[in-house]
């Protein structure tokens, strides 16, 4: 499956952006959908992940309550909606997809990456 995440933009401290990851090439249905990112001089860390069905999300203590995961199918399309931004966010984020049934944080795990967005906020 060939991901391509788009909707980074420079946004100030407590505003919102909204992530889009489009998938094409397979059946966006049989797969979890998870969101990643990486700060400057940072590892790659986990941001939040659906499960294939849409019943089951899980987020980074980090972002739990600001940011909301989801999806359509019928688009084959993910979707982060990010609230309540604060610099620390910046980074580039990634979305990834995994045929796994659960969901894992683990990066290894996931068998998919689209190319990055870029989110800046500033203060």
């Known amino acids: 499956v060939q991901l391509q995440a788009f909707g980074g933009g420079l946004v100030q401290a407590g505003g919102s952006l909204r992530l889009s990851c489009a998938a094409s090439g397979r059946t966006f249905s049989n797969y979890a959908m998870g969101w990643f990112r990486q700060a400057s001089g940072k590892e790659r860390e986990f941001v939040a992940a659906?499960?294939?069905?849409?019943?089951?999300?899980d987020y980074a203590d980090s972002v739990k309550g600001r940011f909301t995961v989801s999806r359509d199918d019928a688009k084959n399309a993910v979707y982060l909606q990010m609230n309540s931004l604060k610099p620390e966010d910046t980074a580039v984020y990634y979305c990834?997809?995994?045929?796994?049934?659960?969901?894992?944080?683990?990066?290894?795990?996931?068998?998919?990456w689209g190319q990055g967005t870029q989110v800046t906020v500033s203060s």
């Open positions: 659906i499960s294939r069905n849409g019943y089951y999300t």
């Open positions: 990834a997809a995994d045929e796994a049934l659960i969901l894992v944080r683990s990066q290894s795990r996931w068998d998919y």
